[in-house]
């Protein structure tokens, strides 16, 4: 009577042991294919068969497939970002691509939930942006837009001469 409950619990853990071992994809694998985005572009692309790596802070945390791109910014910038998708979309800003607690901004309903955006300003360096969707039922086809201001020295407003009243009348010499 032993030996057959023995067999029995030794063929469920043999069963179960295949699914205990499986790995959970982590956002670190999301960050190994980034894409290249740069100030002015509008890249169109698509989340549908992506598998669900990494999380936001909006959007019930983004529970779909994501694409991540790379902005690299030679100075600080302010940068505004839209996306638009035939999904229920999200789009995220981190500093550290893998690191969710690195997260700038999220948002998930810019005019609706099929258009995302964030303006921030943002220092030097490379940024990455997460096109995401609300639900795991949520991919599709998407369209990205950038751009990025450089927040530099800004145009004096001090003329560089006195105005006409404040001068000095000349007088001829004789």
């Known amino acids: 009577m032993l030996r057959p409950t023995f067999i029995a619990l030794a063929s469920l853990l043999l069963v179960a042991a295949p699914v205990a071992s499986q790995t959970v994809p982590s956002s670190g694998d999301a960050c ?7 100030d002015g572009s509008t890249v169109q692309g698509s989340t549908d068969g992506l598998v669900d790596r990494a ?16 902005l690299r910014l030679d100075q ?12 229920d979309v999200a789009l995220y800003v981190r500093r550290e691509c893998a690191d ?3 997260e700038l901004a999220c948002n998930d309903d810019l005019e609706d939930a099929h258009h ?3 303006d921030l300003d943002l220092a030097a360096g490379t940024w990455f942006v997460f096109v995401d969707g609300y639900d795991s039922d949520s ?11 450089p927040m530099g020295a800004r145009l004096s407003r001090t003329p560089s001469r006195a105005p006409v009243a404040a001068r000095t009348p000349s007088r001829p010499t004789s």
């Open 32 to 38: 190994r294919r980034v894409t290249a985005l740069v």
């Open 55 to 70: 999380h936001a802070s909006c959007a019930r945390q983004a529970l779909s497939g994501e694409r991540v791109y790379a």
């Open 76 to 87: 600080a910038s302010h940068v505004s970002l839209r996306v638009a998708a035939d999904y």
């Open 100 to 102: 969710e607690v690195s």
């Open 116 to 118: 995302a955006g964030v």
């Open 139 to 149: 991919s599709g086809r998407f369209t990205l837009s950038v751009s990025a201001r």
